[in-house]
């Protein structure tokens, strides 16, 4: 139970955006009671739950935040109008995805009430996923007013397991208000009850963070009165008649934006062409842009300058972007998890040619496959959004991934005693590995690197 309270805690303080710090500043609650809640080492009074809700608009003061989140579910926050919503909040201002969000308007508006809006958002780790299905979800909300449920199905989140079919559907079915006595015990049963639900309400579902087309399957509304916003790392198969958006970077000046947004009123910043620089060396990645923008506001003694210095020459620039327990290592960790040796190996051998992006054949040879095989593996990786399709038969990888994949190992060359941790933070461990000992950076050097990769099995 004190486990739940405390990814419960995390959870919304991610949703949220906010440090352990930052909170702790909100809510009056210290950082470190907040790390312990967190790390399931402390247990909360009720009043410190309920500081800490309010401190992340979770409820007002009046609301009863503390029973749901003892059960471990996300607090419902019902609205004046009494609607069922559990949309933990995004960020404060989107910036940018005008464009996707229009595309998912007019999907919507052909489908004009005959079928069910069911769309895909996916994107490489940190890409802006959730913040974009969320704001789309509250700009909805108005249209779909019986009930707005969200759920994390972790199929990328550190050191957990993605959601079973079984456990998504009693979280969702608990939220719809039904009492555990009233939960069939099989799954087809859960299944039933949960699209009948849905049958009868306007409502809005987002799954967030899927794992793969079968996790979601069984959870989709067979009726047209729900709109459904799913997540994910990678491209799902999905059911026909859906609509599928892929994520980018932000362009330049989104990126920018998104750096003053997060930095806020805390600190004052003139240098744009200093700020440029940063999200640039954050390859325009919301997720490495918010870092940067929150280390630049912890250290008021550093210029912006410096710090864009520090990125600049640092042998690794996933090492700074990295604070508290939001690290970008760590987010592309969970997705090269899910890959396969033969993947891993390729993602690995491509990062080493020394171009922006390379042809299909360029890569057989680098890897030592045959087209066809290297066709296979260059797919998967696009799948899973670890390298970019530039054309045809053109691929490039994003700036931050090939970072990480240089300065990582497979893992049959590890050394001693640096495994896949549970928390899936692989890419930061070997990362200080190969950036931190002397020993290994110079394992770096590209023919060393490339010869020892070579050898690997497939
Ligand atoms: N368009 C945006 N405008 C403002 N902030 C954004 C935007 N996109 C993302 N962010 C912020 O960037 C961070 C990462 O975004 P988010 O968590 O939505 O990424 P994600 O793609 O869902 O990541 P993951 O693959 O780990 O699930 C969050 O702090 C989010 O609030
Ligand atoms: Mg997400």
């Not at 062409?273 to 280390?295: F, H, N």
């Amino acid at each position: 139970m004190k486990g739940n309270i405390g990814r419960l805690l995390r959870h919304q303080r991610l949703q949220v955006g906010v440090t352990q710090e930052e909170l702790a500043a909100r809510s009056g609650v210290s950082a470190r009671t907040i790390s312990r809640i967190e790390n399931g080492l402390h247990r909360p009074r009720p009043t410190t739950v309920r500081e800490l809700s309010i401190a992340l608009g979770l409820a007002d003061s009046a609301a009863e935040p503390l029973p749901a989140a003892m059960r471990g579910a996300i607090p419902e926050q019902r609205t004046a109008t009494g609607t069922r919503s559990f949309l933990p909040r995004g960020p404060g201002r989107l910036v940018g995805r005008g464009r996707e969000a229009t595309s998912l308007r007019l999907a919507m508006a052909d489908a004009a009430g005959h079928e069910a809006s069911i769309f895909l958002i996916d994107g490489m780790p940190g890409i802006g996923k959730t913040a974009f299905a969320l704001h789309f979800a509250d700009s909805m909300a108005s249209r779909f007013s019986d009930a707005q449920y969200y759920l994390d199905l972790h199929g990328f989140t550190p050191g957990r397991s993605p959601l079973t079919t079984q456990e998504a559907l009693e979280r969702l079915l608990a939220m719809a208000g039904l009492h555990e006595s009233q939960i069939p015990t099989a799954l087809e049963g859960q299944s039933a009850l949960w699209r009948s639900t849905l049958a009868a309400q306007r409502s809005i579902l987002v799954l967030d963070n899927a794992a793969d087309a079968d996790q979601v399957q069984p959870l989709l509304p067979g009726t047209a009165n729900c709109l459904v916003l799913v997540t994910s790392r990678r491209y799902l198969s999905i059911p026909s008649g859906t609509l599928s958006v892929s994520l980018g970077t932000l362009s330049l000046d989104q990126a920018v934006e998104m750096f003053h947004l997060t930095v806020g009123p805390q600190r004052e910043i003139d240098e744009h062409d200093t700020v440029a620089e940063i999200v640039e060396l954050c390859g325009r990645l919301p997720l490495a842009i918010w870092i940067a923008a929150i280390r630049v506001v912890r250290r008021p003694s550093w210029t912006v300058g410096q710090f864009a210095a520090r990125l600049r020459d640092s042998p690794c620039r996933l090492v700074e972007l990295a604070v508290d327990n939001q690290e970008v290592s760590t987010a592309f960790g969970v997705s090269y998890q899910r890959l396969k040796p033969a993947a891993h190996r390729a993602f690995h051998l491509l990062a080493l040619h020394p171009g922006e992006s390379f042809e299909l054949d360029e890569a057989a040879a680098l890897i030592d496959a045959t087209p066809d095989e290297a066709y296979q593996l260059l797919e998967t990786l696009v799948d899973h959004h670890l390298l970019l399709q530039h054309s045809f038969t053109r691929y490039r990888f994003h700036d931050l991934l090939r970072e990480y994949a240089a300065h990582t190992l497979m893992p049959p060359t590890l050394p001693p005693g640096a495994g896949i941790d549970q928390d899936g933070s692989l890419g930061r461990t070997i990362c200080e590995c190969r950036c931190g000992a002397p020993g290994w950076s110079t394992a770096l050097g590209a023919s060393a690197t490339g010869t020892d990769l070579a050898h690997q099995p497939a």
